[in-house]
């Protein structure tokens, strides 16, 4: 007989408590393997694909695309026996094997996937065509969310649907333009650019008197503003400034681009940045601590975990390079190749973005020469990266057009000093004026 399990929104690890569903890899009907990818997730730290621990046939989803939902509350049923393969056994004469399916009390614990902490869920089986259905304890109703706007449910595909939510415009304010009410692209453009009704709107959000729109504080969002706002209050920042010479780092690279070690690889600005702090921090260990304001105490860290803030459709995210202190130049670059690619694909995991040591913000990619970057919660520092403009330099009495760039460390002042911040800044701004400096490192 059928065997119906729902399968919950889970806790990827990072405390989540809720998460808006982006995306269904899955529809009813399709058969699934253990571990297969069924869905798409955004938390509030970057979008996460979630496997099904089981293996069957998807009867239900119980949630729509671009809703928000708690976590533990079911967003999928799955029979995990549609072939029924007791009954098939019964009617052949022979004894079933002892099942512990028809054993298991009506309500059984959902066991989340490995790495999954998601809370306890209740799953029932439906009772067999022609049964009497025993009424379900109280305790095993599950929360299945619920459609907005009294149960209506906007006609679009999930492409739409994410563009819609990257753009802000609410689907249930629209009226489908295609075949049946289905909502496009051209439609969800329509109401982010203000041409749409003035009932559609009022729901998206555009007002036409004033010409401003309002977007929910979500997400990624809303969890970089509230990380801001804690770090900005909570350490004292100090901010200090550099304008360095960086032609010879630029000789060097376009050096190293031609050589064997190189090949294939993107050397960037970036990549001498990041082996620039590695190398400082040893020097002043203080600048890859931390205070621990429960412990009452400063924690000193023996590895570098760099983070990278990096700009994203979803908002600004940091992922980590692990032990970057440990890797080359070469390796530094590949990584940071490969960190940028999977975070402007929105890719990112929540594990990659926790216990960072120290953070990069590369503003110089903007073609901004500076700014004051705020501490991200957990470290004590942080460095902004500003554009390399060719400028008038002194060089040897004589003026001279050199490749110039500017650097600005902001630092929690419980944990460093101006002399300790002063000496990685300066120390930073050596080896990026002059690579051969590493050498006496």
């Not at 067999?128 to 706007?149: E, F, H, L």
């Not at 977007?215 to 920042?237: D, E, F, L, N």
């Not at 993107?266 to 590695?278: D, E, G, H, Q």
């Not at 700014?371 to 009495?397: F, K, M, Y």
């Amino acid at each position: 007989m059928p065997e119906y399990k729902q399968f919950p929104l889970s806790d990827t690890a990072e405390g989540l408590t809720e998460a808006d569903i982006l995306d269904w890899k899955v529809k009813p009907g399709d058969t699934v393997t253990v571990n297969q990818i069924v869905v798409e997730i955004e938390t509030a730290k970057a979008a996460v694909e979630l496997p099904i621990p089981w293996a069957g046939v998807i009867t239900e989803l119980l949630v729509e695309p671009g809703q928000t939902v708690e976590v533990g509350t079911p967003i999928l049923t799955v029979d995990v026996d549609p072939g029924g393969a007791a009954a098939t056994t019964a009617a052949n004469g022979s004894a079933p094997a002892k099942s512990t399916v028809d054993e298991a009390p009506a309500e059984e614990e959902m066991k989340p996937l490995v790495g999954y902490g998601s809370k306890a869920v209740s799953a029932h089986r439906r009772a067999r065509k022609g049964s009497t259905p025993a009424p379900a304890p109280a305790a095993a109703a599950a929360p299945v969310a619920q459609p907005a706007r009294g149960g209506y449910v906007p006609l679009a595909k999930p492409p739409v649907r994410k563009l819609a939510k990257d753009l802000g415009v609410d689907l249930h304010a629209l009226t489908g333009s295609a075949d049946g009410g289905v909502i496009t692209r051209d439609d969800v453009q329509r109401a982010a650019t203000g041409s749409v009704s003035t009932v559609e709107s009022a729901a998206t959000g555009y007002d036409p008197a004033t010409r401003e729109r309002r977007v929910p504080i979500k997400g990624v969002r809303k969890a970089t503003a509230a990380a801001m706002v804690q770090s900005a209050y909570t350490a004292p920042h100090v901010t200090e400034f550099l304008t360095i010479d960086v032609t010879p780092m630029m000789e060097l690279r376009a050096k190293l681009k031609n050589s064997r070690e190189f090949t294939g690889v993107k050397l960037t600005p970036l990549a001498f940045a990041a082996k620039a702090v590695c190398l400082a921090a040893k020097r002043t260990p203080d600048i890859n601590a931390v205070w621990d304001e429960a412990a009452q105490e400063i924690v000193y860290k023996d590895y570098v975990h760099l983070g990278i803030a990096a700009a994203t459709p979803r908002g600004l995210v940091v992922p980590k390079i692990r032990d970057a202190d440990a890797m080359s130049l070469s390796d530094l670059a590949s990584a940071l190749g490969e960190l940028t690619d999977t975070a402007r694909q929105g890719k990112t995991t929540p594990a990659d973005m926790l216990n960072g040591t120290f953070t990069i913000s590369n503003v110089g990619v903007f073609g901004v020469d500076t700014g004051t970057p705020i501490i991200n919660p957990g470290e004590s520092a942080i460095l902004a990266v500003g554009a390399i403009r060719d400028t008038p330099w002194v060089v040897d009495g004589e003026i001279a057009v050199r490749k110039v760039m500017q650097l600005s460390l902001s630092f929690d002042h419980r944990v460093i000093d101006g002399q300790q911040g002063s000496e990685f800044l300066a120390d930073v701004g050596a080896l990026l004026s002059d690579p051969a400096v590493a050498i006496t490192y």
